[in-house]
């Protein structure tokens, strides 16, 4: 089986601020790589993390300077998307050396494992906090799930496709979504986000579409038609995707916990 994890909003700020004046983001971060190296012997092989954007906080250079030093623990195959916290050109630059960076335009990503097809989409519109799929984008993810034909894909961005019922992220979400929805009728994939920092399952033009929960804070769970903008410090998590005979995902919680204790069935 190959198991893909998912990491996302992470918002690492410069070293000693908060983000938002309350998260320690960077403290988050580490509890996650340290959480992550208790994990792997209980849940095997990971072939690959995907990061689905708001690496950072304001997008600064120093920021993604900060955010590779505190991932150095990860000795695993990576690739990230940007989401709208983040900065593309300053992405670029602290990833020019990866070889699925792309030395121009959007932050597109394709790579290929045994059992699916991971496809990062860029979603960040300059400036904004929603996101929408350029049509150079749109254009390569046609001709790129022509090129899969029927193997899974994974499609992996940082603004959902779907609502969550928070009316003010939803104002906030992936604007032309139903151009996402043309092109991938019919395709065997399924979809991961960000954005929300909560865990959200939903369907998209019949296709089962997750999102993680970020690492260190969540947006506050308002089902009201005009909720405040604010956050709650809920726990983290990450979220392993399996792909091959069976299909599963496990959300995996942030932090360190009492236990395994032996039970009784």
Known sequence: MTQVLQITDTHIVAPGERANGVVDTGAALTATMETLAAFQSRIGKIDLVVFTGDLTDHGSAEEFT????????????????PGNHDNRENMRAAFHDMPWMPPLGPINIRVDLEDVTILGLDTLVDGAAYGELSQTTLDWLRQTLAETGENPVLLAMHHPPVAS????????????????????????????????????????AGHLTTVCPGTSHAVTLDLGPSPNNTLTLEPGGMQLHGFGTETTIHTLPIGAFDGPFAFSP
């Open 66 to 81: 900060e955010f590779k030093r505190l991932i150095q623990p990860l000795d695993l195959p990576m690739i990230a998307v």
């Open 165 to 204: 019922g928070i009316a003010l992220m939803d104002r906030q979400g992936l604007r032309n979504s139903d151009a996402l929805a043309a092109i991938i009728t019919g395709c065997n994939c399924r979809i991961i986000a960000g954005h929300l920092h909560r865990n959200v399952t939903s369907l998209f």
